[in-house]
Every structure is written in structure tokens, then in C-alpha cells.
């Protein structure tokens, strides 16, 4: 089997320390699996930056290989045009863009940066998976640097249709390095179709009869494939330690209360002010639920150096303490907002202790967390998940209680009917999402995704070889 070169922004860690995030944890087994190395970003600033020497590790059949990056790439291109040009875009929040020149200039010069320094590490056999919207131009740069290499791309964020993607100033130049790749990933098939419509429709593109798009000159199979959680970890995460006292904490805790779990990174994209506001709502709409239920939201910082995510960060502070204010009694408080993380041990004895998961961004590429709460429940007595259509689970899950978020009575709605629902119901829709979690799970899907590239590479001896120059 050839070696799997990983790109990803963040690497590793290498050993599941409880605090690595689930994509981590399957990425590492795939990677042992099939030996491999794993190439990004060291986490550090410093001066030499991209210049600087490579950071190696191992752990048995696996290497990590990190490098820093610069103070004006990490403000340019991590700060900047990807989190503040790209995360909005294909989010469709364009009042929170900025396609300021700089920061477009300075994406392309750390992805040609990335790509030069992995050319020397990789061999002839290689087959190189380079993940999400931080890298969408290093394939490209790799092959004017005469990669011939099987080089797949996976987008774990969503796509946006054209009419938004077309806001970006350089979304041509950006789905012209798209092409580079041989096969592009994507989480859903509204996504796939979204990027479809813009080769055909706005980069004049065509299909050929092997089902491979063709447009400005290059070939790509593009799909779906829906990512996973490491589901059998997560079942059985309630029986260790961790879980279990967390489990039995929240349980005594809660009393015969029953809880609304939400567990996201604080992000716009999330809907948790609309989700704050809608338990308010419900609080207001049916008061027998006053005293009743309580609504947890798990919600740790993330790139606070982007001023709006210091911005909902306050907001949500505001939120919280305005609708305690107004609905707290001595023996309840309605809504609990920590600012913190958990490892995912703990976190699997949480979702397992709350009737319900609420889990309604406005817009995500999948959700993880969605997956997770199903496959935290006990199948005697599982919790109801209330999801919202535009999370990219939403196209699997389908049993769940499908929300619109922007709408705050109908998430009122839904979470009153989901407090009252019948265990028989509950049963019924959790078995038929559970069987979905345990089945495509995170190592399926990189099994998946590895498998129709290295088809790909056999059937047509490399779709894209390395350009002439
Ligand atoms: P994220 O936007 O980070 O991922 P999500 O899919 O929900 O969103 O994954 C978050 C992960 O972080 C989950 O595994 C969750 O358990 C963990 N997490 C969140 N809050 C936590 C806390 N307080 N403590 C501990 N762990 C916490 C991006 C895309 C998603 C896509 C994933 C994977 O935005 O749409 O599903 O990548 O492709």
C-alpha cells in the first residue's frame, strides 16, 4: 500500500491524549494504518517563519513534520484571508468578509510556502490527502513544483452556491487551483452540487462521460463524502472513568430536571444566540418548563483574535445573563454557559445525561457533535436531537427534529416537543440514526475517500499530471 501523506493546518497529536478532536483521533488510526506522514502548521509564530527548520516526530509507522509560520502569515493568512475572507464566504455571512488585497496575497504565498517545503519530503509513491479551506491553492503549487502524485482534497466546510462564491475576488483563480487536485471531497451532495453549477455554469465547464468535470483546461472527479466520529469510542466512552463520573455528576446534579445540551466552539456560524433566544422563548411560551429543564451551553473560545468572535462572545454573555435575570429561581438557573472545553471523554457522560441535543448552526459543513450525541445515548432511554437543515448532517439524519434556526418559534417549538416526546418515538428515531453513526464512521470515510483516489490514480494513470512548464 502506498505511503498517505496528510496536509492539514493543525497535525496531530499523535497519541489520543482525550483532548484531540475526533477527526484527529481517526486521521492518526488511517495514517497508522497505511504508515504515513503528517505535514501543517507547528501551532508557532517566529521569525524565520516558513523559512525556518522542520519539526519532526515519530510514534511507530507515523512522522509528524510541522513548520512555523511568520507573524505577517499568521495575521495575513490564518487571522486574515482564511478566516476572514473564506470562513465567512463559505459560511454566507458577506457582511463579515474582507477581501482586503493583502490578505489574499498573503493565502497564496503560505500555500506556495507549504507546498515547497513538503516537495522535499515526498516520495514517488505517495499519496497526499490535503485537507480544507486553508490549502485550496497548495495542490496546484505542487504540481508546477512536478508533483505527479495521486493528490486529493477535502472540504470540511460547506461550499456555497455560486451567486455567493462569486463575492470572493479571486474565486476563479481559487477554483482554477481547485481543479489541480484529482479528486475533490465534499461533506454533502447540496455542497458537491453547489461547486458543480459553478465549473458548468460560471467557468463554462463540462461533464465528460467518465463522470469527471473538465473546465479552464483541467480534469477533477469531484463527491460527496460525508465525514464520521469515531462512533464505537464515543458509545463506550459513558464506562470509563471520565464519563462515568461525569455522567453521574450531571445525573445527581439535574435531580429529576432534565437538560438541553449544546457543545460547539464559539463560532457565528453556530446559531447561539438564536439558540439562547429560543430557549428564552420556550421558557416564555409554555411556563411549565420553568424549573423544569435547563439549557447547557458548552461553548470554548476560538479565534478571538477576529473581532467577531469576540463579538458573539459578548453577545452571548449579555444573552445569558439577561434571560437568567429574568427566569431564575432559587433552586434553578435556566441557562449554564461555560466558556470552556472538555475532554471527549467527559463530554460523551454529558451528552448521555441531557434529554436533548441541540445542535442548530446557520450554516456547517457537517457537525460532529450531532453524530455525537447519538452515539452517546443509552438505546433504553435516548435523548431526542433537535438539528438544524442547514448542518450538513442534517442530509443523513434525517430522523431528527429537523429545525430552521433563524426561526425562533419553531425552535421553541421543537424543543418543547422534543422535552415531551415519547420514549417509543424517541426509540424509533434514535435506532435508525444510530445505525448510520456506527456505520459511517470516521475511518470509513477515510477508507472511502482513500480507496476511490488511488482507483482513480489506476484507471487513468494520474488525472492530473504535473504541469509542463
Ligand atoms: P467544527 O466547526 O469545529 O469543524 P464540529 O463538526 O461540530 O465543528 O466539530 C467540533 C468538534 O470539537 C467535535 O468533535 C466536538 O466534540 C469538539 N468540541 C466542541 N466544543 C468542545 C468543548 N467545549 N470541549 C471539547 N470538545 C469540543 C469543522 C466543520 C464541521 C465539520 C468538521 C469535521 O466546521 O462542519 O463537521 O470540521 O469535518
Do not use: C
Request: charged content about 25%.
Amino acid at each position: 500500500m502506498s505511503r498517505l501523506v496528510v496536509v492539514s493546518n493543525r497535525v496531530g497529536p499523535l497519541n489520543d491524549t482525550g483532548r484531540a478532536g475526533g477527526l484527529a483521533v481517526a486521521l492518526v488510526d488511517v495514517l497508522r494504518k497505511r504508515g504515513g506522514l503528517w505535514f501543517g502548521w507547528s501551532g508557532a509564530v517566529s521569525e524565520s517563519g516558513t523559512f525556518g527548520e522542520l519539526q519532526f516526530a515519530e510514534d511507530d509507522d507515523v512522522s509528524t513534520a510541522t513548520i512555523d509560520v511568520a507573524r505577517v502569515d499568521y495575521d495575513e493568512f490564518y487571522a486574515g484571508f482564511a478566516n476572514k475572507a473564506l470562513w465567512p464566504t463559505l459560511h454566507y455571512r458577506l457582511d463579515l468578509t474582507d477581501f482586503d488585497r493583502r490578505l489574499a496575497e498573503g493565502y497564496r504565498r503560505v500555500n506556495e510556502r507549504f507546498a515547497a517545503r513538503l516537495v522535499p519530503l515526498l516520495q514517488k509513491d505517495d499519496i497526499i490527502w490535503v485537507h480544507d479551506y486553508h490549502f485550496f491553492l497548495l495542490g496546484d503549487y505542487l504540481r508546477r513544483a512536478g508533483v505527479n502524485n495521486p493528490i486529493g482534497f477535502f472540504l470540511h466546510i460547506p461550499f456555497p452556491v455560486p451567486e455567493i462564491l462569486t463575492a470572493l475576488p479571486n474565486h476563479q483563480a481559487m477554483v482554477k487551483a481547485m481543479l489541480a487536485y484529482d479528486l475533490l471531497g465534499f461533506q454533502t451532495a447540496a455542497h458537491l452540487s453547489a461547486f458543480e453549477r459553478y465549473v458548468l455554469e460560471e467557468a463554462n465547464g463540462t461533464r465528460g462521460e467518465d463522470g469527471a468535470l473538465h473546465a479552464l483546461g483541467r480534469k477533477v472527479v469531484a463527491d460527496a463524502f460525508p465525514i464520521g466520529i469515531d462512533a464505537d469510542a464515543f458509545a463506550g466512552f459513558h464506562k470509563t472513568k471520565e464519563g462515568s463520573k461525569n455522567l453521574s455528576l450531571v445525573r445527581s446534579e439535574l435531580d429529576d430536571r432534565k437538560q438541553i445540551i449544546g457543545v460547539d466552539r464559539i463560532d457565528y456560524s453556530k446559531g447561539l444566540p438564536q439558540r439562547f433566544m429560543a430557549f428564552e422563548r420556550l421558557l416564555q411560551m409554555y411556563p411549565e418548563h420553568k424549573g423544569e429543564v435547563e439549557l447547557l451551553q458548552i461553548a470554548p473560545p476560538s479565534r478571538s483574535e477576529v473581532r467577531a468572535y469576540k463579538d458573539i462572545q459578548e453577545s452571548l454573555e449579555g444573552l445569558s445573563g439577561r434571560i437568567n435575570g429574568r427566569f431564575s429561581d432559587l433552586d434553578w438557573t435556566p441557562i449554564n454557559f461555560m466558556s470552556r472545553s472538555f475532554p471527549r471523554r467527559s463530554l460523551a457522560g454529558i451528552y448521555r445525561a441531557s434529554a436533548v441535543g441541540l445542535v442548530t448552526p446557520l450554516r456547517d459543513g457537517m457537525n460532529l457533535v450531532a453524530k455525537e450525541y447519538i452515539a452517546a445515548q443509552d438505546p433504553e432511554d435516548p435523548g431526542v436531537l433537535v438539528l438544524s437543515r442547514f448542518a450538513g448532517a442534517a442530509e443523513e439524519m434525517t430522523e431528527a427534529l429537523i429545525v430552521n434556526p433563524y426561526s425562533i418559534d419553531e425552535l421553541a417549538e421543537a424543543l418543547h416537543r422534543a422535552i415531551r416526546m415519547p420514549l417509543d418515538e424517541r426509540q424509533h428515531r434514535f435506532d435508525l440514526m444510530h445505525k448510520k453513526v456506527m456505520t459511517n464512521t470516521a475511518g470509513a470515510w477515510a477508507e472511502t475517500f482513500l480507496d476511490r483516489l488511488t482507483t482513480l490514480n489506476a484507471d487513468a494513470q494520474g488525472l492530473n499530471p504535473a504541469y509542463l512548464n
